[in-house]
């Protein structure tokens, strides 16, 4: 399983993390693409609220109670997962087309990013990004559970 | 006398709780999803609603929605492509979420048709494939249809109707 980004946005659209492997075309994110990216998230988790086929029982309006966290999108080169945790945080992968559902993989990736941010003392409030030593540890915590998946696949 | 008046028969398989998308268990009833197709649309080329229709028992959507979810889909289909991690994307082709399936279908002259139906429903890519034939049957060849309004073509509609009932059907829905 080939995987291309993966990125992380709190509530405010501020990208916590930017991992890319290689192979990937736009491996940086400049502060444009970043806006179109969580932008056109937004407005998507909004459609998908909207386009549910039965009656949004949470009241609130946004859809959250309908999304269960997890949803992807396919493209015919690209398919992207997105885990949403009820806090805001917005964990993003892209791999290739042909995979399946990673709801577990997301998961996984959530409970490494909170290892590294909320179970850290020395880490800063949700808003602030994650330090050196702490992306370079999430890095590869990452790039561990990409290849675990990837070698369950095989 | 008067007959008694009982509660109807429920077959067995209902009171013991099946899959919730075939038979939702009582208290489930609020999440049910319809099985199946749930609804077809079609969207010019400018991103304007042309076509929406509903095939199942699901909540309607009020008009002026249906053109700000076309729209909003067009810009989010673009986007998609603009955003590929690798060259060569042409927009999304599916959105699976937790209790439905989107699949969309780009035509080369930049029209888009897509239906959304309950998650794993086979099929719907051969459903698309036929409305879009269909559509340049009973839309583009009739010479009273403005292009790029809003479909009012009756053997459109009937068609797309009997497509959609074929994929139910094929499926066992």
């Known amino acids: 399983m080939k995987a291309y980004t ?149 | 006398v008067r007959p008694r008046v009982t509660a109807p028969d429920f077959p067995a398989g209902r009171l013991r709780g099946s899959s919730t998308r075939v038979c939702p268990r009582w208290h489930d009833m609020s999440t049910a999803v319809p099985p199946g197709v749930h609804s077809i649309w079609v969207i010019n080329k400018s991103g304007g609603l042309v076509y929406q229709k509903s095939y199942a028992d699901v909540p309607a959507i009020d008009t002026n929605e249906t053109l700000r979810l076309a729209s909003i889909w067009h810009s989010l289909h673009a986007i998609s492509a603009q955003l590929s991690p690798v060259e060569g994307c042409l927009g999304i ?35 698309l494939h036929a409305v879009y034939d269909l559509y340049c049957d009973y839309v583009m060849k009739n010479p009273f249809y403005e292009l790029e309004m809003p479909i009012r073509c009756e053997l459109f509609e009937q068609n797309v109707q009997y497509a959609v009932r074929a994929t139910n059907n094929a499926f066992g829905y």
């Open chain 1, 6 to 154: 993966f990125r992380v946005f709190n509530k405010t659209g501020v990208c916590l993390f930017n991992h890319a492997w290689p192979g990937t075309a736009h491996t940086s994110l400049d502060d444009d693409t970043r806006k179109m990216l969580f932008g056109s998230l937004f407005s998507l988790k909004q459609f998908i609220g909207k386009m549910t086929p039965f009656l949004d029982q949470s009241g609130d309006g946004t859809g959250a109670a309908t999304l269960g966290g997890y949803y992807s999108f396919r493209t015919n080169n690209y398919k992207t997962h997105v885990h949403s945790t009820p806090t805001g945080l917005l964990f993003l992968l892209t791999t290739e087309p042909g995979v399946g559902n990673l709801q577990d993989v997301m998961r996984k990736l959530q409970l490494s990013f909170v290892d590294v941010t909320a179970k850290n003392p020395a880490a800063g409030g949700p808003d602030e990004l994650p330090s050196e030593v702490s992306c370079a540890a999430l890095t590869k915590s990452v790039a561990a559970a990409i290849e675990a998946a990837s070698a369950e696949t095989r």
């Open chain 2, 93 to 127: 082709e599916l959105l699976e979420t937790q209790n439905f399936d989107l699949r969309c279908v780009q035509t080369v002259t930049g029209t888009k048709f897509f239906v959304t139906a309950s998650p794993k429903t086979p099929g719907l890519a051969n459903l």
